[in-house]
């Protein structure tokens, strides 16, 4: 049976929301952005008429407001985009189960066999369609294909509210002339490796030999061949079956160029600290960590390394990615950003019982940092910290005056 799969997009997402919430804005150039005092001073969403400057997203204020002068710049409320996300969610629902998020604004829908009660699938797009405008006051772009990487395609070649229809019969003629790089999971560095054999458009892809495309892309060379030629069976997940989680991380752009080894260790206890608490939380551990480093001329790198033993504990996350830091960062260059990532995770209590007394120093950590989890839970965050944080409060972020029921006690890093 042919699968009927929606993708819906809803169009320049936050700055949409934005202009819904303040119509004194909605006829001028709107988007959404980082503060530039912080130094996260760059364009997360814009609205059409910001686009007609050629606003993008990514770039930084001042190279947009070079483009629009008059652009209006907003600060980022994620807990009022979750807001709409919820509400376009509650309208999907009323189709289909089979629901799957790909972030805030954008989900992929099937709504196979359901024509004999909301018509086909063209006919549930414009039901959709009609009902965000009309219910939550923001456009959406919905592709309709008969898989999911053709429903994506679909949403992303009528912008802003729009249906796609792309079917078994007119995906040649209307996907193979696009660019390469339209196609999921086409990034830029894929696109220059394609572009060097000629392979520029999605149909150009198809019509090459799979084995080549596993020459030059490994695995990844065969499954795009697959999308492009319209053979993905990948399924939308159940809303209720929830993805496993990958990995988890965190990273900060600091608030000024990290300098000295200080600035540095300062910076990765905050972010080792995050991730192992979300670890907790979730009862996870992890066997691997990876680092990621941003210096101050915005060269960017990643390394990796497995952990003795996996874990969920702050200090062993640290050590390692400070380790990591040491070997690989040799420029010298300032550091503008940095990022703990775990991976390789693992349920809690998966592993197995220890003589060694390294090994079992961690556990009695981790049992430590179970107890912190709690009385930060009950009094706040800064009700506890380590003492390197409380080096620099401003790197760190941290301000005991903030806290005026607890003072902040100092846990010791060694």
């Known amino acids: 049976m042919e699968r009927t799969i929606l993708h819906c997009d809803m169009n320049s997402f936050y700055a949409s929301v934005e202009c819904m919430c303040n119509p004194s804005i909605s006829d001028k150039p709107v988007a959404v952005g980082g503060s530039e005092e912080k130094r ?38 994620f807990k009022k985009y979750i807001h709409f996300s919820k509400m376009a969610s509650k309208i999907y629902n009323n189709y289909t189960n089979l629901v799957e998020s790909f972030g805030f604004d954008e989900c992929w829908l099937d709504v196979t066999g359901t024509e004999h009660l909301f018509g086909n699938g063209e006919a549930v797009a414009e039901t959709i369609r009609k009902r965000i405008k009309s219910e939550l006051g923001i456009t959406c772009s919905i592709g309709v294909s008969f898989n999911k990487v053709f429903a994506k395609l679909g949403s992303d070649m009528k ?62 060379g065969y499954y795009l061949w697959g999308y492009a030629n319209g053979l993905d069976a990948s399924p939308v997940r159940d809303i209720e079956n929830h993805a496993d989680i990958k990995s988890i991380g965190n990273s900060i752009t600091a608030p000024r160029d990290l300098m000295t080894i200080n600035d540095i260790k300062i910076i990765l206890y905050k972010m080792a600290e995050s991730v192992t608490e979300r670890l907790r939380e979730n009862n996870l551990m992890c066997a691997t960590v990876q680092l990621w480093v941003k210096d101050n001329e915005l060269k960017s790198y990643e390394r990796q390394a497995k952990l003795i033993v996996p874990c969920a504990e702050t200090r062993e996350l640290f050590n ?72 620099d409060t401003g790197l760190s972020n941290i301000n005991p005056k903030d806290e005026h029921t607890v003072h902040p006690i100092a846990w010791p890093v060694n």
């Open 320 to 391: 390692t990615a400070l380790a990591l830091y040491l070997k690989n960062h040799k420029t010298g260059k300032p550091v503008r950003a940095l990022g703990v990532r775990a991976h390789n995770l693992l349920p809690s209590g998966s592993y197995q019982l220890s003589l060694d007394p390294e090994i079992n120093k961690i556990r009695k950590r981790e049992q430590l940092e179970e107890t912190i989890d709690a009385i930060r839970q009950r009094f706040g965050h800064h009700s506890i910290q380590r003492c390197i944080t409380l080096t």
């Open 159 to 220: 912008k802003p509210d729009a249906v796609t229809l792309i079917t078994k019969k007119n995906y040649k003629s209307k996907v193979w002339p696009l660019p390469v790089e339209d196609l999921l999971f086409v990034g830029k560095v894929t696109k220059q490796k394609l572009n060097r054999y000629g392979i520029k458009t999605i149909g150009d892809l198809a019509r090459t030999d799979f084995k080549h495309l596993e020459t030059l892309l490994g695995k990844w």
């Open 40 to 77: 996260t001073g760059i364009i997360l969403a814009k609205n059409q008429i910001a686009k007609k400057y050629n606003v993008k997203t990514g770039e930084t204020l001042w190279q947009a407001r070079q483009k629009c002068p008059h652009l209006i710049v907003v600060p980022p409320d």
